[in-house]
């Protein structure tokens, strides 16, 4: 009997949807007794991986999140500020509509430590530099700044500022950071939950402006333009690593109700279909992991891959 393989967990992007979806699944993590060595996570990945990772036990964060209101990080400008600012100033020095400051209070009030470098589980948060336009992993320094500046949504929040330098919504670049642990955690298997909205990418432009928070739609429609490398139309995909580290990218995308931003209404129902999807997909996955039996997971990773790979190139020739 071997040892287990080397887990990682990859939380995506998802706005406060994701936030109730990533902690379902996490709670399917912890009911099926998987253990994982390293975390990463952009924009609502960021807050759920990152407050986890800093150790504050999923039951009180569970508590928390079912506590939170909308002034918690969303409480944008007055009309009259707006107006003045606009009118007045021609919109100089005006970054967003809301503070992030509720969103900085409760993220400080749910982290366990204040620094990465003190964090019992390895984590990294994936933001944009708005100044170079670049991809950023931190991984160092203080958790509150960084996480909820991997999940400041341009227009809507004001971007953070860290160390001279502006950062927003990391989904701008990439929905979820997989090369931000595999190579560097001698990773075995990287679980990927994928909860990034991308049922308004296609559409009727006529038919979007009707729709709740046109811009909000808007704006999501630019950012998830794009099906990311990992996923295919399964709710399970299983890929390669394609850095070549040798490690098994598992991906679950869960099929979730709508959820309307920024209303709070049907958060729990959110969670539950995340935690009761994960289970149903990664149930079988999981014992054989927690057996540390390298040539089952070898044999099961490598079967699952072909029958992957058979799918993806019968749907290429039909």
Known sequence: MSAAPRIGIILSSGGIRGVYAHTGFMRALNEMGLQYDAIAGCSAGAIVGGILASGTALDDWERSLRDMTQNDFWKPDSIIRFLRSHLLKSGRDYMGLSSTEPALRFTRNNLSTDTFEHCPTPFYSLAVNLGSGDKTLFSEGKLAERIVASAAVPVLYEPIKIDGQYYCDGALIDFAPTDAICCRHDLDIVIVHHVAQNDTVHGDIDRLKHQPWTLLEIINRLLFRQRPWYLNDHTLNL?????????????????LPDFIWPSLSGGDRVQSYARSQAIDQL?????ILKSGDNSQIQ????????????????????
Do not use: S
């Open 299 to 318: 044999t099961l990773m490598n079967t699952a891959f072909i029958k992957h790979n058979t799918h993806r190139k019968n749907c290429a020739t039909a």
């Open 239 to 255: 890929q390669h690593c394609p850095c070549d580290c040798g490690a098994t990218i598992i991906a679950v995308e869960p099929e």
């Open 283 to 287: 149930h079988v996955y999981a014992n």
